[in-house]
C-alpha cells in the first residue's frame, strides 16, 4: 500500500497527534454499578453486555485528531464465547479429578488451545474496533501464536527466566506485525538489549527490597522470639507468621516494581511501533505514574471496592494522554486513501469465527 505523494512528505517533520480522553470515573461509575448489578442477578450473562458498554465508553471517550475510537462488538457473541470457554474449563475440570494421567492430558489440551486463543481474541477485538469508520484488522493464526505465547514460555521456565526478554519480543512481534489499520500493516524491530536493561534494572530494584524487607521481618521475628523455647508453641507460631509476612512481603515488592516495568516497556513499545509511514510515542514517567497506582490501591481498599471504577478510569487517562501519533503527512489523506480499499479488508470478515473468548 503506497499512500498519496501528498500524503508522505519525505523532508518534513512528523506531526504530533497526542491522544485525549473525554470520559470521567463518575461517569463510568455509574455504567461499571448498573454492570455489576445486573450481571450478578443474571448469573453472570449479563456481563457480555456489560463488557461492550465497558469497552465502547473507554472507546467513544478516547479522541485521536479530533475523532473518537468505536467499539462494535455484538453483545451475543461475546456471550456465545464465554460459555463456549465456559463449557470447556467445567469438561477439562472434570476429566482432571478423574485421574492424574487424565490431568495431564486435560493440561496439555489446555496449553495446545491457548494460542488459538490469543489469535481468535486478538481477530475479534481488531475487527471490531475503528477509526473514522475504518476498522483495524489481525491475519495472526495459532500456528504463528504457538511460539510466542507457548514455546517460549516454557523455554523461559527452562533457562529459569534468562530468556524471558525473547519471550516478550516474540509476543511483541506477533501481536504488532499481524495488526493493520485498513490494508496497512503496523510493524516492529524490537532489539533485545533495551528489553534486557529493563528486566535486570528491575530485577535488581526487586532483590534490593526483597532482601531489605526480609531482614527486617527476619530481625523483628528474633527479636520477639528470644528466650522462647524452641519447641515452644508460641515460638512456632511465631515462626509461622514471620514466613507468612516474608511471603506477603515479597508480593508487596513485586507489585511495587510493576508499575515500573509497565512504564518502561509502554515507552519502549511505542518508540519501536510503525503504521506505515507514522510513527508512535509514549511520554510516560514513572514518578508520575507511581502516585496514581498507589493511591488507586488505597483507595479501592478503603471503599471496599467501589473506587475502582475511578482507579480504572484514571489509569486509562494517564496511558492514553501520554501517547502520541507522529504522523507523517495529514491523517486524513491516510484514511481517505485507506477507505478507498475498504472492501478488500471487510472481505475476511466472513471467515472470523465472530465470537470473543474473554482475553
Request: hydrophobic share 55%; no cysteine.
Amino acid at each position: 500500500m503506497t499512500l498519496p505523494p501528498s500524503a508522505q512528505p519525505q523532508d518534513a517533520d512528523p506531526v504530533p497527534h497526542q491522544v485525549a480522553f473525554t470520559g470521567s470515573g463518575g461517569a463510568y461509575f455509574r455504567i461499571w454499578i448498573v454492570n455489576l448489578l445486573l450481571s450478578v442477578l443474571t448469573l453472570g450473562i449479563y456481563s457480555a453486555w456489560a463488557k461492550v458498554r465497558r469497552e465502547r465508553y473507554f472507546l467513544n471517550n478516547t479522541l485521536l485528531a479530533g475523532s473518537p475510537f468505536e467499539y462494535h462488538a455484538d453483545p451475543m457473541n461475546i456471550l456465545k464465547g464465554r460459555l463456549l470457554a465456559a463449557a470447556a474449563i467445567i469438561v477439562l475440570s472434570i476429566v482432571a479429578e478423574i485421574t492424574p494421567i487424565l490431568n495431564l492430558f486435560a493440561t496439555l489440551i489446555f496449553l495446545a488451545l491457548l494460542p488459538w486463543m490469543v489469535s481468535r481474541s486478538m481477530r475479534f477485538r481488531a475487527h471490531n474496533t475503528s477509526w473514522r469508520g475504518l476498522r483495524f484488522g489481525f491475519s495472526g493464526t495459532a500456528t504463528e501464536a504457538l511460539r510466542p505465547w507457548l514455546l517460549w514460555p516454557v523455554a523461559v521456565g527452562l533457562s529459569l527466566g534468562l530468556l524471558m526478554p525473547f519471550m516478550i519480543r516474540a509476543q511483541w512481534h506477533y501481536l504488532l506485525r499481524n495488526l493493520r489499520f485498513g490494508n496497512t500493516p503496523f510493524s516492529i524491530d524490537a532489539p533485545i538489549g533495551p528489553i534486557y536493561r529493563v528486566l535486570i534494572i528491575s530485577g535488581l530494584w526487586f532483590i534490593a527490597l526483597a532482601v531489605a524487607g526480609a531482614a527486617a521481618i527476619g530481625f523483628s521475628a528474633y527479636a520477639a522470639m528470644r528466650g522462647m523455647p524452641s519447641d515452644s508453641e508460641a515460638w512456632q507460631a511465631m515462626a509461622g507468621m514471620g514466613a507468612i509476612a516474608i511471603f506477603v512481603w515479597l508480593a508487596v515488592a513485586m507489585s511495587l516494581i510493576a508499575p515500573w516495568i509497565q512504564v518502561r516497556f509502554a515507552n519502549l513499545r511505542a518508540g519501536l511501533m510503525q503504521l506505515g509511514p507514522h510513527g508512535f510515542a509514549s511520554s510516560q514517567r514513572v514518578r508520575e505514574y507511581y502516585p496514581i497506582v498507589v493511591t488507586n490501591w488505597l483507595l479501592t481498599v478503603l471503599t471496599l471496592g467501589l473506587f475502582r471504577p475511578f482507579a480504572v478510569t484514571r489509569v486509562w487517562r494517564y496511558r492514553v494522554e501520554h501517547f502520541t501519533v507522529l504522523a507523517a503527512g495529514e491523517l486524513d489523506s491516510f484514511v481517505a486513501e485507506q477507505s478507498a480499499e475498504a472492501p478488500v479488508v471487510g472481505s475476511e470478515a466472513a471467515d472470523l469465527l465472530d465470537i470473543d473468548l474473554g482475553f
